[in-house]
């Protein structure tokens, strides 16, 4: 089974309005940490926005929000007043297992292109 | 600031010649460093990580290997390339201080193996 699912294989926004990127996870470890991370054409993975599974609030950065359904498994990124160099792919990402363990495995979704029109 | 730098950028090797693509970060002291490989319009596959100097542990079986010869240099090989191994091949760090343990990540290295 797919331990993160990204069901959107492409996303299409208009400037300056949000858009919500879907990301369902499956886990059974109780501590595990969910990660969205940006790809642009250029090819870098360049991290976004980090959300603990004890985390009580969600987690927000900037223009980033993730909205962490715990009990339904789901961390959507949102993205709020979209710009054009946000057109980019999008990947979540999750960590199985407590943080400052001497190894900590990323397991990455497919992936959501985003396209925002002007 | 901590940063990493990957070389080269773009590799076009024929199939059966060997690889070495390497990884160096600055800025940070015993990080933890993981070999990635993204096929075309897919996710990251996890190849190999390394908790210190000479520790490298496997995730997948293949005609790849890895080294860490020094506190931050990571080096991923291969003796004989194989078409499959085409793909961007990304470096990440993270040093494992609790709490997000963040991955960073370099530029990435474009091989096609004709």
């Known amino acids: 089974a797919q331990k993160i699912t990204q069901t959107q294989p492409g996303m299409f926004v208009q400037e300056k309005e949000a858009v919500t990127l879907d990301c369902t996870y499956d886990t059974s470890d109780p501590s595990y940490g969910l990660f969205w991370y940006k790809q642009p054409s250029s090819g870098e993975m360049i991290f976004l926005i980090y959300?603990?599974?004890?985390?009580?609030q969600n987690a927000t950065e900037g223009r980033y929000s993730l909205n962490f359904q715990k009990a339904r498994k789901s961390a959507n990124l949102v993205i709020s007043a979209s710009q054009l160099g946000d057109s980019a792919m999008y990947f979540c990402a999750m960590r199985e297992g407590p943080g400052g363990t001497s190894y900590g495995k990323l397991t990455f979704g497919q992936g959501t292109i985003l396209t925002v029109h002007p | 600031s901590q940063t990493i730098h990957q070389w080269p950028a773009t590799l076009v090797q024929p199939v059966g010649s060997p690889l070495s693509l390497e990884c160096t970060v600055e800025?940070?002291?015993?990080?933890?460093l993981y070999w990635y490989r993204q096929a075309a319009g897919r996710g990251l596959q996890l190849l190999f990580y390394s908790v210190g100097i000479g520790q490298i542990s496997s995730e997948v079986p293949q005609n790849l290997s890895a080294s860490r010869p020094q506190d931050r240099q990571f080096i991923l090989s291969s003796k004989k390339l194989l078409l499959s191994d085409s793909g961007f091949y990304l470096c990440a760090w993270s040093v494992p201080r609790g709490g997000a343990d963040t991955q960073y990540f370099g530029p990435g290295t474009r091989l096609t193996v004709l």
């Open positions: 959300q603990g599974s004890y985390d009580q």
């Open positions: 800025g940070t002291s015993n990080p933890n």
